[in-house]
């Protein structure tokens, strides 16, 4: 993986290059779309559906030019969500025990199989029947390689981290319990849930618990369908994926997020207005980024708008006075609404691997949340010259993803 950091690295002349013409007309289509004749539950129809809806809904539609513009619960780089989301549900009354795909934009849950002694726990790592909930993420990354090339690996899974955050966010809005699974094994994964070479599942996470009966593997996979109404075969994500069955312990990343309004009303913020964020605020984003754990660290650069003394912290500590808002603007790819947000979180690891991208996604959506119901404006930053930044930070590790926040303009 740590090629695919220098392969999708940007600098100022491969951004100079990729920077031409994109023709809207030819998006590729954000939702995946079951057969009609497939059995559905509307997200409204039963109170039990409530967590596969806040973790994946549409929040916004607009029109731009004559099309609609979606934007969802989670965050993704151009609003391009290259991520599917499936749950398998099992001993939940009222709702026919099988494997569903979670339809944001038809508002409901498509009824793909039907499950009795059989079911995906035997791909998620779990040995008994699961009572509860089991959600799949999956990765779509044509959508998103459409419009960034390579890049688009890591957007790809940034934002699988934010889906996974979105599951473990809605579970604690509901009082109930979320673990990412840690054993999954990939491969197998898809192909029993029928995905073709343009879908790759990443992340699974349980809410519920593991009973003791016994569980099968379903025999046959799931019915095929293409998650975009067309693909070029770029395959650039299948050239890096290189680890099919992976066994990975994810960090425990706790949710905040006590009221159901903060999942809906989440948006990126850009306009930044040049105030002065309070200090109780600047000292809860600087305390909870040093919370964040392995395999992340994270570096909060404190801009002249939060109430402290403006630098480089690491770990709650400042590690160099410095006035940088310019100097990250610039680093940012010259975004030049930085230069009114307070602080830039940005996050390291030492290891640039899908764990890692997953992880600072998932975390990072946590922070999002918590900004949202603090009032407070946030944007998720994926485009920045990696290799400046790092010379900027004085590290070696690759740098994984970057949070922007501060007081939203009125
Ligand atoms: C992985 C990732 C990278 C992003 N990179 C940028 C960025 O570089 N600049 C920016 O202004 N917004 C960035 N965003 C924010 C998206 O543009 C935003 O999520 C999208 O437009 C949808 O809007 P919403 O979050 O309000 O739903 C990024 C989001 C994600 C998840």
Redesign the pocket.
């Known amino acids: 993986m740590q090629i695919l950091y220098s392969d999708t690295s940007l600098t100022p002349m491969r951004v100079a290059r990729s920077s031409g013409y994109i023709d809207w007309a030819s998006q590729p289509s954000l939702f995946k779309h079951y057969p009609d004749f497939l059995f559905r539950y509307r997200y409204e129809s039963l109170a039990a559906l409530k967590i596969a809806e806040l973790s994946r809904c549409i ?2 539609c607009s029109d731009i030019g004559g099309k609609p513009y979606y ?2 619960n ?6 391009l969500h290259p991520i599917e989301l499936y749950v398998q549900i099992r001993g939940i009354k009222g709702v026919i025990s099988g494997i569903y795909h979670v339809d944001a934009k038809e508002k409901c849950l498509v009824l793909i199989r039907e499950i009795e002694r059989d079911g995906v726990e035997p791909f998620v790592g779990l040995s008994n029947r699961f009572k509860g909930m089991l959600f799949i993420v999956s990765i779509v990354p044509f959508r998103s390689e459409w419009k960034y090339g390579e890049r688009a690996v ?2 790809c899974y ?2 699988a981290g ?1 889906q996974t955050g979105a599951i473990l966010a809605s579970a604690h809005v509901l009082g109930q319990k979320a673990t990412i699974l840690s054993d999954i094994d990939t491969l197998s994964l898809n192909e029993h849930m029928g995905f073709s070479t343009q879908e790759f599942s990443c992340m699974a996470v349980s809410v519920g618990e593991e009973t003791d009966k016994s569980v099968e593997p379903f025999k046959s996979p799931l019915i095929q369908v293409a998650p975009t109404d067309y693909c070029e075969s770029i395959n650039t994500f299948s050239k890096y994926l290189d680890h099919y069955k992976y066994t990975v312990t994810y960090p425990p990343i706790q949710s905040f997020t006590e009221n159901i309004a903060t999942i809906y009303d ?3 913020v ?1 306009l930044f207005a040049d105030t002065m964020l309070n200090r109780e605020i600047s000292d809860y984003f600087l305390q909870r980024s040093s919370q964040v754990s392995l395999p992340l660290s994270a570096s909060v650069v404190i801009l002249k708008n939060a109430a402290k003394d403006p630098g480089i912290y690491k770990e709650g500590k400042i590690q160099k006075h410095g006035e940088y808002a310019d100097t990250m603007s610039h680093l ?2 010259d ?1 030049s ?1 930085i230069k009114n947000a307070a602080m830039v979180i940005i996050f390291t690891a030492r290891k640039f691997t899908a764990h890692s991208m997953i992880c600072a ?1 998932t975390f990072a959506h946590m922070l999002h949340l918590e900004a949202v119901n603090n009032g407070i404006g946030f ?6 010259y990696d290799e400046k930044l790092q010379l900027f930070l004085e590290t070696q590790d690759p740098i994984v ?1 970057i949070c922007a926040l501060g007081e939203e303009r009125s």
């Open positions: 929040t916004s934007r969802l989670t965050p993704s780089a151009g609003n890591r957007y940034i934002d934010h989440r948006r990126s850009r940012l790819v975004q609404f996604g944007t998720g930053i994926g485009a920045f993803y």
